[in-house]
């Protein structure tokens, strides 16, 4: 069971929007950056946001991301087919000196 | 561009030792911090280790301190992971990533599996 809590699946239909929640506490999420990592099937994590907030250079502005107290929060807008894939928060936790990732959110793309 | 090739995976019995190599192209290896984050079969992702870019300061997950040991070649631009007493839990694929802006990994190499099994 991971410390940071995402739901482990979402489905959502093409050109919606769909939120991913991260759960986190004081010693993670609330003190710490955010980031948030996209796993297409068979491939490696790719860095979607850093910094809470942040898209590194290529990643479309339909990806966004916010932080709040302890949680964080994905968002996607105009869903794509081939946004199908695998997405983990991940932070430090300043408590137990690791790097922690959340449990994984299946996002399914009717 | 930056590439990330990890190497020295296979088979290998409970007990039993593997070093697992990271090859580093397309940026100054000395500038940035590295880590491993490592996937179990259908499962998701599990950070092993972090080293700085000088080597000074190591951080390992609880469940591989005292049995895997990370370290850098700055002069051979790689990372290494060195593995003793495996168990069948280790068993995963095993991905060296670039760190930037303490605590994001922004390059990940395409990974190479470990099976620990008898």
């Known amino acids: 069971q991971s410390v940071l809590t995402q739901p482990p699946s979402l489905s959502a239909a093409p050109g919606q929007k769909v939120t991913i929640s991260c759960s986190g506490t004081g010693s993670n999420i609330a003190n710490n950056y955010v980031s948030w990592y996209q796993q297409l099937p068979g491939t490696a994590p790719k860095l979607l946001i850093n910094?809470?907030?942040k898209r590194p250079s290529g990643i479309p502005d339909r990806f966004s991301g916010s932080k709040s107290g302890a949680s964080a929060t994905l968002v996607i807008t105009g869903l794509q087919t081939g946004d199908e894939a695998d997405y983990y928060c991940g932070t430090w936790d300043s408590s137990l000196s690791v790097v922690l990732f959340g449990g994984g959110t299946k996002l399914t793309v009717l | 561009q930056v590439q990330l090739v990890e190497s020295g995976g296979g088979l290998v019995k409970p007990g039993g030792s593997l070093r697992l190599s990271c090859s580093a192209s397309?940026?100054?290896?000395?500038?940035?911090?590295m880590t491993w984050v490592r996937q179990a079969p259908g499962k998701g992702l599990d950070w092993v280790s972090y080293l700085s870019t000088s080597g000074s300061t190591i951080y390992y997950a609880e469940s591989v301190k005292g049995r895997f040991t990370i370290s850098r070649d700055n002069a051979k631009n790689s990372l290494y992971l060195q593995m003793d007493s495996l168990r069948a839990d280790d068993t995963a694929v095993y991905y060296c990533?670039?760190?930037?802006?303490?605590?994001?990994?922004?390059?990940w190499g395409q990974g190479t599996l470990v099976t620990v099994s008898s």
């Open positions: 397309g940026f100054t290896f000395s500038d940035y911090y």
């Open positions: 990533a670039r760190g930037n802006n303490w605590p994001t990994f922004d390059y």
């Open positions: 910094d809470n907030n």
